[in-house]
T-cell receptor
């Protein structure tokens, strides 16, 4: 089976712009979670989607949003980018809502200038 | 609220030596515990997990961890370090109820292996 894929792998944006990141989970997986990784804050949970519904949300401002499609693919969007949004954004998929075993993609490295 | 503390942001060992990475957790409900490894410019790879049952958990690449409820610990060990083990290691906790896939991570421990 193919693993979790994330596109693009690298992205450079300017302050004030918006960005959309994409995640394709492992085939058959219905849960997708997003995490932000920075040197200062470490790995932080953004949100989780299961069957197209957001089930859980971390402590991030409303500029961070996401969605999940019927094929379980997910996108996250960040509007009005700030320098502090520069990070590695990781997507993880799991089989269902109770498996607890998450498989991570390689991440998207976002740089905001 | 749940939290994870990893003692030691950097650990250095010689090749062939014991690897011990420390993790303590805080959780008001029975925890599910995980160790992940991250190589440079890559995502996270699951090394092992504890959910229920046997408290000594064996994972990939010769790693194992023991869940000690009384000490709220889940330390990661490997009897003999290889150069290829050099990476960053993250301990994580997930609540064992609610069915929500939310991981709370520790700050990570960077493992260096010297020849």
């Amino acid at each position: 089976k193919a693993g979790v894929t994330q596109t693009p792998r690298y992205l450079i944006k300017t302050r004030g712009q918006q960005v959309t990141l994409s995640c394709s989970p492992i085939s058959g997986h219905r849960s997708v979670s997003w995490y932000q990784q920075t040197p200062g804050q470490g790995l932080q949970f953004l949100f989780e989607y299961f069957s197209e519904t957001q089930r859980n949300k971390g402590n991030f401002p409303g500029r961070f949003s996401g969605r999940q499609f019927s094929n379980s693919r997910s996108e996250m969007n960040v509007s009005t980018l700030e320098l502090g949004d520069s990070a590695l954004y990781l997507c993880a998929s799991s089989l269902d809502g109770s498996s607890y075993e998450q498989y991570f993609g390689p991440g998207t490295r976002l740089t905001v200038t | 609220a749940q939290s994870v503390t990893q003692l030691g942001s950097h650990v250095s060992v010689s090749e062939g030596a014991l690897v011990l990475l420390r993790c303590n957790y805080s959780s008001s409900v029975p925890p599910y515990l995980f160790w992940y490894v991250q190589y440079p410019n890559q995502g996270l790879q699951l090394l092992l997990k504890y959910t229920t049952g046997a408290t000594l958990v064996k994972g990939i690449n010769g790693f194992e961890a023991e869940f000690k409820k009384s000490e709220t610990s889940f330390h990661l060990t490997k009897p003999s370090a290889h150069m290829s083990d050099a990476a960053e290691y993250f301990c994580a906790v997930s609540q064992a109820s609610g069915g929500y896939n939310k991981l709370i991570f520790g700050a990570g421990t960077r493992l260096a292996v010297h020849p």
